[in-house]
């Protein structure tokens, strides 16, 4: 049986540690397996006016990312304003002899879209073409979010998200 000493003592040293910084620290975070972005090339658009989507698929494993599973849906204040009428109407993947058509727009199944293996450290860049329609309602935001799944080279995998695009405003003439 331990003494109430012993235990004493032993607590005393953790709080002396824990107090004069000598206890061990924990250290930066390592960087998500995966990382999701979205960027616009625009913030505002009109009726008729078309809006760039950009996702990009950034590796930071050290093994090659081999499968990506992607949805992308309309945020619930999108759903709100049934007068906002849009659509994918394009995508391309960006590649070093350009961008090239791929396919797969829409609510699911966006990872084919990335193209082959993202090799650690290097991302994959699709676009998508966001098409407002003519006769949309004014004055409100478009906005999406994307859930995830990536399969690496080493058998292991990542989920993420929700992670959500630039909202896009469109305006009245």
Wanted: proline share 7%.
């Amino acid at each position: 049986m331990r003494s109430t000493r012993t235990r004493r003592f032993g607590l005393a040293t953790i709080i002396a540690l824990a107090l004069f910084g000598l206890a061990p620290t924990a250290s930066a975070a390592d960087p998500a397996p995966a990382e999701l972005t979205f960027t616009t090339d625009t913030a505002t658009t009109r009726p008729g006016g078309t809006v760039n989507l950009s996702m990009t698929i950034k590796n930071n494993k050290t093994y090659d990312i081999w499968f990506v599973y992607q949805t992308i849906d309309p945020t619930w204040l999108t759903t709100q304003r049934p007068d906002l009428k849009y659509a994918f109407t394009g995508c391309t993947l960006a590649s070093d002899a350009g961008a090239v058509p791929c396919s797969g727009t829409g609510p699911a199944d966006l990872g084919t879209n990335y193209g082959a293996t993202v090799p650690p450290g290097q991302s994959r860049t699709v676009t998508l073409t966001l098409q407002v329609a003519a006769d949309s309602g004014c004055n409100g935001n478009i906005g999406f979010y994307s859930y995830f799944y990536v399969e690496f080279s080493d058998s292991t995998s990542v989920n993420g998200g929700p992670v959500y695009t630039p909202e896009t405003r469109v305006l009245c003439a």
